[in-house]
């Protein structure tokens, strides 16, 4: 199977999309129609792995109708499904955007808006899909795709079902269930019936991942991974800008029994929807303001306003927002969020430079487009809430133990690290450290000290002038991050949890 080969006189194979446990992703040509689509492929070597291939044929193909019965905006479109020479094909729509889980490792933890909008998006496919009594049973940030206008696409819905439970725990060499382990809920590890809830859980992974920037459990093999989703609580999310009702709402997705998490996917959606608030703007490649008018948003704009309320939207506006604000992913928009495409799941994978490096809470002065299409240019400016001189000094004072004679540096940028989760500042605080450290044990390596006819030690000298050079530059070093991120970033902050 390579380029340029033709499955079923019409699609041609282009280039390779992924590889996975489950076989192959191409980007294909439709011939007959003239479009691009993405082609996965059952190969033979899985099929020669199975006692019984003719079953897996049967469900392949029960999966794809199921698939596409689904017709929900958030899932990727099934165009056809078929036999190959030794293997089996699934042709679905060809999806351009990033994974969630690219995105995430880009962007490190995402604004509180975007990490709403993105999950009620999740549960509005997900809702679709249990009103089917179809469990997904395989949701990961691997397998939501966002495109570059905010919508979120859910991706290989029914390929975690071709797969027995014996398989979904089996740990090859290469770990690829590693990935899948550190999603599975608890009665999935246990061998229990999967139902709805089980996707809930999933679902409070990806959002803990969304807003801690890194998976909620992290282990050195399977099976600490899976001790640790059978008995361990997670830990707390430790943001000020999470409001506690969302981390109570992620908690609670995260209960190890699933009769203690939420009712249903359409009740976590609810919950979700208060957050997905006016955003801080553009995230990575990922703009809904310049890429949010195409035919799809301008006809989900019309179902909004005839759902609303009467008089609840002003002319020009959706409810709920005014000119001038950025757009958040928009939970309520009748084709649900823009997700990325999974690489297993075979979708087009972005460029390497599809996802910039972008400021993780948006950037003051970024001109955009009005997202109602007045064709005025707005901006996202700095919090316009008053900020006086005791306001200013008061979230100044992590500044304080840089003034410790050069000793103290660590200690303020360790705080603000732990407060905000920035790697960066933990980098710091820990590179302050280090030269106290060195420096303290340069000084007391002397034997004597003080005595006025010996000459000070080489090493002491060192140690000194090192302490001498820390003090100033630990302290300029925070004024500097203060000014320019600390305060922004805690304005910021301050002006979404009063939005709420």
């Not at 955007?97 to 975007?114: H, K, R, S």
């Not at 179809?134 to 795709?145: A, I, T």
């Not at 948003?297 to 005839?306: G, K, N």
Request: hydrophobic share 40%.
């Amino acid at each position: 199977m390579g380029r340029h080969t033709v499955l079923a006189g019409r699609y041609e194979l282009l280039s390779p999309l992924g590889r996975g446990g489950m076989g192959q992703v191409w980007e294909g040509q439709d011939q007959r129609l003239g479009r691009r689509v993405a082609v996965k492929l059952l190969t033979r070597e899985v099929l020669a792995d199975r006692a019984e291939p003719n079953d897996l044929v049967r469900r392949f193909a029960r999966e794809a109708a199921v698939m596409a019965g689904l017709q929900h905006p958030g899932v990727p479109a099934v165009y056809d499904a078929g036999t190959y020479d030794g293997g089996l094909f699934l042709v679905l729509e060809l999806v351009d955007g990033c994974t969630l889980g690219d995105l995430i490792a880009e962007q490190g933890p995402l604004p509180v808006a975007w990490a709403a909008g993105i999950a009620a998006q999740m549960a509005a496919v997900l809702t679709s899909a249990h009103e089917r009594r179809f469990v997904h049973r395989d949701v990961k940030p691997q397998n939501v795709m966002l495109t570059r206008d905010g919508t979120v696409k859910v991706l290989d819905f029914g390929v975690a079902a071709l797969l027995d439970q014996a398989e979904m725990l089996r740990i090859t060499s290469t770990g690829e269930t590693i990935g899948t382990l550190a999603y599975m809920a608890p009665e999935q590890l246990h061998s229990r019936d999967t139902t709805p809830r089980t996707d809930l859980y999933a679902l409070g992974c990806v959002l803990y991942e969304m807003l801690a920037g890194a998976p909620m459990f992290e282990a050195t093999s399977p099976g600490a991974l899976i001790h640790k989703h059978l008995s361990q609580t997670p830990a707390p999310l430790l943001r000020e800008d999470v409001h506690p009702e969302l981390e109570r709402l992620v908690m609670q997705l995260l209960e190890k029994e699933p009769e203690q998490r939420p009712a249903d996917a359409r009740e976590t959606y609810d919950r979700l929807l208060p957050y997905v608030t006016t955003g801080p703007g553009p995230l990575g490649d990922v703009d809904p303001v310049q890429n949010g008018q195409s035919g799809m948003h301008l006809y989900s704009r019309v179902l909004v306003r005839l759902s609303s309320p009467a008089g609840a939207a002003p002319t020009g506006h959706a409810a709920g927002e005014t000119p001038g604000e950025h757009w958040a992913p928009h939970a309520g928009n009748a084709y649900g969020a823009v997700p990325p495409s999974t690489g297993d799941a075979g979708f087009r994978w972005p460029r390497p430079d599809a996802v910039p490096s972008a400021p993780r809470y948006g950037r003051a002065g970024r001109a955009t487009h009005d997202p109602y299409g007045t064709g005025a240019p707005q901006h996202a400016t700095e919090p316009r809430a008053p900020r006086g001189a005791v306001w200013t000094f008061t979230h100044s004072l992590w500044i304080a133990p840089t003034l410790l004679f050069g000793v103290g540096a660590w200690l303020s940028f360790a705080y603000i690290a732990a407060r905000h989760r920035r790697p960066s500042w933990l980098i710091a605080a820990l590179t302050y450290l280090a030269l106290a450290i060195v420096s303290i044990a340069l000084i007391g390596s002397a034997p004597e000290l003080g005595n006025p006819h010996e000459a000070d030690p080489p090493q002491v000298t060192i140690g000194v002038v090192l302490i001498l050079l820390l003090w100033p530059a630990g302290f300029v070093h925070a004024l500097w991050i203060n000014a320019t991120t600390r305060l922004p970033l805690r304005a910021r902050m301050e002006d979404e949890l009063r939005q709420r």
